[in-house]
C-alpha cells in the first residue's frame, strides 16, 4: 500500500491551497479516507474524514466550514481544499486510510505534506 501526498506549499494568511493524495497498492474504494496535520511540538490531530462511498464527511471544529474533504474514487484520490488559512494551520498534512477487516482495522499512511501559513 502506498499514500503520496502533495500540494503543500508555504501560502499567505488568508489564502487557499488544495492538497491531494494519491492512493495505490490497495482497494481505495472501500477504505475510510482521512486527513490529519501535526504541527512541531504537538500531537497529530484529525482533520477531515470521508466515507468510502463519499456520502459522509467530518471535520474538526477548528476547520469547520473552511476546509473541505473529496474523494474520486476513480483516480484512487482523496483531496482536501483548504480555504481561509490562518497561521495556526501551520503542519505537516497526512493522508490514512482506514477500514475494519475481521475485526481488526488496517491503516496505512503517506509520508506528509508541508502547509505553512504566513501571517
Known amino acids: 500500500a502506498h499514500l503520496v501526498e502533495s500540494g503543500g506549499d508555504l501560502v499567505q494568511f488568508g489564502g487557499s491551497l488544495r492538497l491531494s493524495c494519491a492512493a495505490s497498492?490497495?482497494?481505495?474504494?472501500?477504505?475510510?479516507m482521512s486527513w490529519y496535520r501535526q504541527a512541531p511540538g504537538k500531537e497529530r490531530e484529525l482533520v477531515a474524514v470521508i466515507s468510502s462511498g463519499g456520502g459522509s464527511t467530518n471535520y474538526a471544529d477548528s476547520v469547520q466550514g473552511r476546509f473541505t474533504i473529496s474523494r474520486d474514487n476513480a483516480k484512487n484520490t482523496v483531496y482536501l481544499q483548504l480555504n481561509s488559512l490562518k497561521p495556526e494551520d501551520t503542519a505537516m498534512y497526512y493522508c490514512n486510510a482506514k477500514r475494519l477487516r475481521a475485526g481488526a482495522w488496517e491503516n496505512y499512511w503517506g509520508q506528509g505534506t508541508q502547509v505553512t501559513v504566513s501571517s
Open positions: 497498492g490497495f482497494y481505495f474504494r472501500v477504505y475510510d
